[in-house]
């Protein structure tokens, strides 16, 4: 048996879409006038992710027929394109790869509704086609913010370092001292800029690390992408000024710390407020108001997870400056240590950043119950098994 679409919910994800294929680079319009005056004809389809019959393309994914048949598993293209998905039992076209047309078509034409602007690039997925720590073929599949979960040692840091990997190469260079004893680690990343772009990154050793665009072999990667990287507090070096500090865990210059201060004094924040920094003959203070303490505390005195906020806040305004100009991810791999509250907290406000880049956080179960109906776009991936053998669900 055949499940269609009812007719409101092809008009609602053609409304959603604006009318516009979804297919990357197309943007079709596929409503317009009609010949006789005052109708109008349209020329798009709404397209069954899962098969709307069995044996259909991409098959039906175990989904029942009101899922089949729901909003969630449709996605609007042009005539032309939707033959395209389906051809060849829609093998090239696998479900990941359409929700990841649909969720970032829509996200665009919600920015352009409101009059933000862009850049072009979703990142779909991450496949560990060989590593130290996950099963072959595992793979994560990305959505506008992600939650990938996990305990200690499940392989949470080693995805956000190869993320991160991609647009700086001296996170890599962890791997390949792991990558001598244990084999190789080789990681595949498939995305829309606005055409599919697939790279990979191949760690054999220090001096031996590889990359691939589209299956060529390249010198160096060369991306649209932008990522912003959050890693765990690091230890604070002796004699080490907090504008140095702070450059070090955001991977960023010392100048642009400064910088940032002066966006945030301007603009204002989430829960830091009124940042200034204070310097005198040999020293150096970054003082500021953070909700729940006392104003006009100096970074210093802040405990760790005071600290953590602090840093989450100048990465989203990183993250936020560089999603003007291009595509951006900002992975944020540091909110382990948040107790339940205050992990809501912050992930409402970074799911609320997604409007404008990707968001990938890492979190331990105790953060995450009942987060994931509750919060739009959102996609929560579980790391399970033991080290070598790590899948993801």
Same mark, same amino acid.
């Given at each position: 048996m055949?499940?269609?679409? #009812? @007719?409101?919910?092809?008009?609602? =994800?053609?409304?959603?879409?604006?009318?516009?294929?979804?297919? #990357?680079?197309c943007d079709k319009s596929t409503i317009g006038p009609a010949e006789s005056a005052g109708d109008s004809v349209s020329t798009g389809v709404a397209c069954h992710i899962y098969s709307a019959a069995e044996g259909g393309p991409r098959g039906q994914g175990n989904l029942a027929p009101d899922q089949l048949a729901d909003i969630e598993n449709a996605l609007w293209l042009c005539a032309n394109?939707?033959?395209?998905?389906?051809?060849?039992?829609?093998?090239?076209? @696998? #479900?990941?790869?359409?929700?990841g047309f649909k969720m970032f078509h829509e996200s665009l034409i919600s920015?352009?509704?409101?009059?933000?602007? &862009?850049?072009?690039?979703?990142?779909?997925? =991450?496949?560990?086609?060989? !590593?130290? $720590?996950?099963?072959?073929?595992?793979?994560?599949?990305?959505?506008?913010?992600t939650v990938v979960l996990g305990g200690n040692d499940s392989g949470k840091t080693a995805l956000c370092e190869w993320l991160a990997g991609s647009g700086e190469i001296s996170f890599l260079k962890r791997w390949s001292a792991l990558s001598n004893h244990n084999g190789r680690t080789q990681v595949r990343f498939d995305a829309v800029t606005p055409l599919p772009l697939t790279w990979t990154i191949r760690v054999f050793g220090e001096s031996n690390i590889q990359f691939q665009m589209n299956g060529q072999a390249v010198p160096r990667l060369d991306l649209?992408? $932008?990522?912003?990287? &959050?890693?765990?507090? @690091?230890?604070?070096? @002796?004699?080490?000024?907090?504008?140095?500090?702070?450059?070090?865990?955001?991977?960023?210059?010392t100048a642009v710390v400064h910088n940032i201060v002066r966006s945030l004094a301007m603009r204002g924040s989430f829960c830091v407020h009124n940042p200034r920094f204070v310097t005198g003959e040999d020293h150096e203070s970054l003082l500021l108001d953070l909700d729940g303490? =006392? #104003?006009?505390?100096?970074?210093?005195?802040? !405990? !760790?997870?005071?600290?953590?906020? &602090?840093?989450?806040?100048?990465? &989203?305004?990183?993250?936020?400056?560089?999603?003007?100009?291009?595509?951006?991810?900002?992975?944020?791999?540091c909110m382990t240590g948040f107790d339940r509250t205050r992990f809501q907290e912050y992930l409402e406000f970074l799911a609320a950043q997604s409007e404008k880049c990707q968001i990938i956080i890492t979190a331990c179960t105790r953060n995450t119950d009942r987060f994931d109906k509750?919060?739009?776009?959102?996609?929560?991936?579980?790391?399970?098994?033991?080290?070598s053998n790590v899948e993801i669900s």
């Amino acid at each position: 048996m055949r499940i269609n679409f #009812p @007719p409101q919910v092809k008009k609602r =994800v053609a409304e959603r879409n604006g009318y516009r294929c979804s297919f #990357p680079r197309c943007d079709k319009s596929t409503i317009g006038p009609a010949e006789s005056a005052g109708d109008s004809v349209s020329t798009g389809v709404a397209c069954h992710i899962y098969s709307a019959a069995e044996g259909g393309p991409r098959g039906q994914g175990n989904l029942a027929p009101d899922q089949l048949a729901d909003i969630e598993n449709a996605l609007w293209l042009c005539a032309n394109h939707h033959r395209i998905i389906d051809a060849n039992r829609g093998t090239e076209y @696998p #479900p990941e790869r359409l929700f990841g047309f649909k969720m970032f078509h829509e996200s665009l034409i919600s920015l352009e509704q409101r009059g933000v602007a &862009v850049g072009f690039g979703w990142l779909q997925s =991450v496949t560990i086609e060989e !590593s130290p $720590v996950f099963a072959k073929g595992s793979t994560l599949h990305l959505a506008r913010t992600t939650v990938v979960l996990g305990g200690n040692d499940s392989g949470k840091t080693a995805l956000c370092e190869w993320l991160a990997g991609s647009g700086e190469i001296s996170f890599l260079k962890r791997w390949s001292a792991l990558s001598n004893h244990n084999g190789r680690t080789q990681v595949r990343f498939d995305a829309v800029t606005p055409l599919p772009l697939t790279w990979t990154i191949r760690v054999f050793g220090e001096s031996n690390i590889q990359f691939q665009m589209n299956g060529q072999a390249v010198p160096r990667l060369d991306l649209a992408h $932008v990522f912003v990287y &959050v890693s765990e507090r @690091p230890l604070r070096m @002796p004699e080490e000024t907090t504008s140095s500090y702070l450059a070090r865990w955001l991977h960023i210059d010392t100048a642009v710390v400064h910088n940032i201060v002066r966006s945030l004094a301007m603009r204002g924040s989430f829960c830091v407020h009124n940042p200034r920094f204070v310097t005198g003959e040999d020293h150096e203070s970054l003082l500021l108001d953070l909700d729940g303490t =006392v #104003p006009g505390l100096d970074f210093r005195n802040l !405990s !760790s997870s005071e600290q953590i906020r &602090v840093a989450i806040e100048f990465a &989203v305004e990183v993250a936020r400056f560089e999603a003007e100009q291009r595509p951006t991810l900002l992975i944020i791999d540091c909110m382990t240590g948040f107790d339940r509250t205050r992990f809501q907290e912050y992930l409402e406000f970074l799911a609320a950043q997604s409007e404008k880049c990707q968001i990938i956080i890492t979190a331990c179960t105790r953060n995450t119950d009942r987060f994931d109906k509750d919060i739009e776009g959102l996609r929560i991936a579980t790391l399970r098994g033991t080290e070598s053998n790590v899948e993801i669900s």
